[in-house]
T-cell receptor, first 113, second 118 residues
Framework: DQQVKQNSPSLSVQEGRISILNCDYTNSMFDYFLWYKKYPAEGPTFLISISSIKDKNEDGRFTVFLNKSAKHLSLHIVPSQPGDSAVYFCAASASGSQGNLIFGKGTKLSVKP | EPEVTQTPSHQVTQMGQEVILRCVPISNHLYFYWYRQILGQKVEFLVSFYNNEISEKSEIFDDQFSVERPDGSNFTLKIRSTKLEDSAMYFC????????????????FGDGTRLSIL
C-alpha cells in the first residue's frame, strides 16, 4: 500500500541547474508534508515542510510546491550543488494521527560538477 | 544545533536474544518515535510515544516490541526475542509539537542503529 510514491529512483543534474524531485500521494487525510535528505550511514535530515493550507514554501535554495487537487508535491533546488547529492525522501502525516510519517521510497539525486 | 543521539551505532545479536536500542531525543521535545528501514525498503513507522505512553503503533509493532522512557532523557526500544527479519536500521525521532496545520513541527531523526540478527 504505497500512500506516498516517489516514482523516480534516481535523478542526475548538472551543477548550477535546477533539480526537481516529485512525490505523489493517495491519502486525502494527509495535511503535512516534509522533505528529508539522507546521506549514507546517517539519519534523515529535515529540509523543508509544507502544510496543506499552503501551496508553496520557500527556504533559501529549496522550494516545495503542493498541488492538493493532483495530490502531488515537488521539491525544487536552485541552484543545485554537488553537496546536494543524496537520497531525498518525501514524507507525509495525516490529520488525526499522532504525527507518524509515511515515507516514499526516495530519489537518489546526483549533482555533477 | 541540538541533535537526536542513538546508541549503539551497530548491534549484532543472536536470534532469540533480547536487544535494547537507546535514544536521547532533543531535550525540549515532547513527542518521540521509532522507525525502521529494512535494507532496500522504505522507512517505516513503528511507534509514537507521548506523555509517557504509546499514542500510536503500526502493525509491525507487535508484542515482541516495547518502548520506555525510563528517565527524563532516554527513550528505548526493546525487542524481546529477535528474529532474522528484525535486521534493519532503526531510527529514533522527536518533535516539539505535532499540532495541526500550520503549527506542525518537523521530526528530527538520529543517525540510527544498525541491528544485525545472526
Amino acid at each position: 500500500d504505497q500512500q506516498v510514491k516517489q516514482n523516480s529512483p534516481s535523478l542526475s543534474v548538472q551543477e548550477g541547474r535546477i533539480s526537481i524531485l516529485n512525490c505523489d500521494y493517495t491519502n486525502s487525510m494527509f495535511d503535512y508534508f516534509l522533505w528529508y535528505k539522507k546521506y549514507p550511514a546517517e539519519g534523515p535530515t529535515f529540509l523543508i515542510s509544507i502544510s496543506s493550507i499552503k501551496d508553496k514554501n520557500e527556504d533559501g535554495r529549496f522550494t516545495v510546491f503542493l498541488n492538493k487537487s493532483a495530490k502531488h508535491l515537488s521539491l525544487h533546488i536552485v541552484p543545485s550543488q554537488p553537496g546536494d547529492s543524496a537520497v531525498y525522501f518525501c514524507a507525509a502525516s495525516a490529520s488525526g494521527s499522532q504525527g507518524n510519517l509515511i515515507f516514499g521510497k526516495g530519489t537518489k539525486l546526483s549533482v555533477k560538477p | 544545533e541540538p541533535e537526536v543521539t542513538q546508541t549503539p551505532s551497530h548491534q549484532v545479536t543472536q536470534m532469540g536474544q533480547e536487544v535494547i536500542l537507546r535514544c536521547v531525543p532533543i531535550s525540549n521535545h515532547l513527542y518521540f518515535y521509532w522507525y525502521r528501514q529494512i535494507l532496500g525498503q522504505k522507512v517505516e513507522f513503528l511507534v509514537s510515544f507521548y506523555n509517557n505512553e504509546i499514542s500510536e503503533k503500526s502493525e509491525i509493532f507487535d508484542d515482541q516490541f516495547s518502548v520506555e522512557r525510563p528517565d527524563g532523557s532516554n527513550f528505548t526500544l526493546k525487542i524481546r526475542s529477535t528474529k532474522l527479519e528484525d535486521s534493519a536500521m532503526y531510527f529514533c525521532a522527536s518533535t516539539l509539537d505535532r499540532g495541526r496545520g500550520y503549527s506542525n513541527q518537523p521530526q528530527h531523526f538520529g543517525d540510527g542503529t544498525r541491528l544485525s540478527i545472526l
